[in-house]
């Protein structure tokens, strides 16, 4: 077994270990779940160190013939776009375990599902056969639909139900476009760099609709307006630390599978589309901006951040340049750094007031420092303050953007449409601090409540959750360079590829 199957099995292999333990034997349970994800954490930081950042093919590659009559590979390996993905979900998935040790109901299920979750999500982002693919994705599915349903808030069934039903309807239109590709290539492959060598079979209608097809499912997954309606929802109403999962792995599934397949399966198309994908960018960092501005529900208001934020990386993606590219990889990265720890700390006061409105607070900024500490400096890395993570995804997400030549088409005859609708964007920063500043603001500053005179400050075990995430936000908004090193070759032959360059 190579190391990459390695890093995906293994919380596969604790998820079993936990059946076959006694369910009175809650505390084996917990770290069970801590052992298997922490070594897989351990593995990719041991793929990480030996990644050679100067050549774009895939690394670390694993083949074995699974069903031959239909050509069908256990096909994996990474790149410079699956690399900070890899490290991005084992890392975050061992902190969101840490936070759950508060979970007290069914715990040998919980973290029986939260083990197969992972699994899932390692098997997307290092998965090279469509079919091997499309099972990771839908393994997803149901671990996510039981956390949410059975550990979530009061509305967790429909809320459940809406999560998966979504999900399942963009992931039919994903099926139908692997199919009509497996088809339309001769021979027939699931082999997704072998469909990516051949895609000059695929022109005309049949490209437009597979193109349109895989859109659906990946823009549901991002989620792109206005496919957004389940997240805000299943964000409120999911345990702390899937809230954590969502924000911070599943919704880069949809950019990753955009980046990964889309737009090298059919170049032509997706330069076509490159306006619609900047005015639905648009419409992501404002609206869900606005919408985050007119919440009083913390979590709530951090949910409607995610689609904002999420609008930045498609902003980049758009733009189709090296720059826009590398910002979008970047953006999907910073924002489960910088999300993850936002989830996390609304978890720690929803434990202690068992509420989230902002309204109820006042003055915790005397009575707990170190979680005040903490949440403004996330809060401070989310609406893009200079030196910290948020900010210089943002800012080459904009810039790629700004500079891209995609498209000739200009908005009143001489602004150019790229260039006004970057510079429009530019309000959902505005609107992203206003929001964050008075959440700062009610739940900090001013007197206290004395409700909350008792409140104690963060434990050890929810510090060692978010510290980690902390220092991530603070070295990345630094020293972005280590990690725009690891992707940025890769980059370049994407967006080479995808404009025909040799």
């Known amino acids: 077994m190579g190391i990459l199957s390695a890093i995906t099995f293994l919380p596969l292999a604790g998820a079993i270990l936990i059946l076959f333990t006694p369910k009175e034997r809650v505390a084996l349970h917990r770290w069970i779940a801590v052992a298997a994800s922490a070594a897989a954490f351990i593995l990719s930081i041991q793929v990480f160190n030996q990644f050679n950042r100067g050549i774009a093919t895939m690394q670390f590659v694993e083949r074995l013939a699974w069903i031959p009559s239909f050509n069908i590979s256990y096909f994996v390996g990474i790149d410079g776009l699956s690399m900070p993905l890899l490290i991005l979900t084992t890392l975050l998935s061992l902190l969101s375990i840490l936070g759950s040790f508060s979970v007290e109901k069914r715990v040998k299920e919980y973290f029986f599902w939260f083990l197969l979750l992972e699994a899932g ?36 069934e429909y809320a459940a139900i809406k999560f998966f039903l979504y999900t399942l309807f963009g992931s039919v239109f994903i099926l139908i476009s692997i199919l009509a590709l ?45 496919f957004h309606t389940w997240l805000p929802l299943a ?116 434990e202690r007031a068992h509420t989230r409105d902002m309204d109820a607070f006042g003055g915790l900024g005397a009575k707990v420092p170190v979680y005040t500490g903490l949440m403004v400096l996330a809060s401070m890395a989310s609406l893009g303050l200079p030196s910290l993570a948020g900010f210089i995804s943002e800012f080459l997400c904009f810039l790629g953007a700004f500079s891209s030549k995609v498209s000739p088409i200009r908005v009143f005859d001489f602004i150019p449409i790229f260039k006004l609708f970057t510079a429009l964007s530019v309000i959902g920063i505005l609107v992203t601090a206003a929001f964050f500043l008075r959440m700062v603001q009610k739940v900090f ?11 104690k400050d963060m434990s050890a075990i929810e510090l060692a959750a ?20 690891l992707m940025d070759v890769t980059v370049q032959s994407m967006v080479n590829f995808i404009h025909g360059v040799k």
């Open 445 to 455: 500053l001013g007197p206290l409540n004395e409700k909350w005179k008792d409140m």
């Open 121 to 156: 999500m390692l098997g997307v982002f290092i998965s090279l056969d469509f079919f091997l693919f499309y099972i990771f994705w839908e393994i997803m599915l149901v671990p996510m639909y039981f956390l949410i349903g059975i550990w979530g808030g009061p509305q967790k």
């Open 235 to 350: 964000h409120v109403e999911a345990p702390t630390a899937v809230s954590v999962i969502l924000a911070g792995v599943l919704l880069k599934l949809g950019t990753y599978g955009l980046m990964r397949l889309s737009f090298p399966l059919f170049p032509a198309v997706a330069l076509k589309f490159a306006v619609p994908l900047l005015i639905l960018a648009f419409i992501n960092i404002v609206y869900g901006a606005l919408c985050a501005m007119s919440q009083k529900d913390i979590k709530k208001m951090v949910a409607y951040s995610s689609i904002n934020h999420m609008g930045y990386a498609l902003l980049g993606m758009a733009a189709f340049t090296v720059t826009g590219f590398n910002g979008a990889i970047l953006q999907m990265v910073n924002h489960g750094i910088v999300t993850g720890s936002l989830f996390l700390l609304v978890g720690v006061v929803y």
């Open 182 to 226: 497996y088809f339309r290539t001769e021979p027939h492959t699931f082999d997704m760099l072998e469909l990516i060598a051949r895609n000059s079979q695929y022109t005309g209608a049949f490209a437009v609709i597979a193109f349109l097809f895989l859109f659906i499912g990946f823009a549901i997954k991002v989620p792109i307006f206005p």
């Open 466 to 485: 978010i510290l980690p995430l902390t220092v991530l936000t603070v070295v990345v908004g630094v020293w972005p360079h280590w990690l725009i090193s």
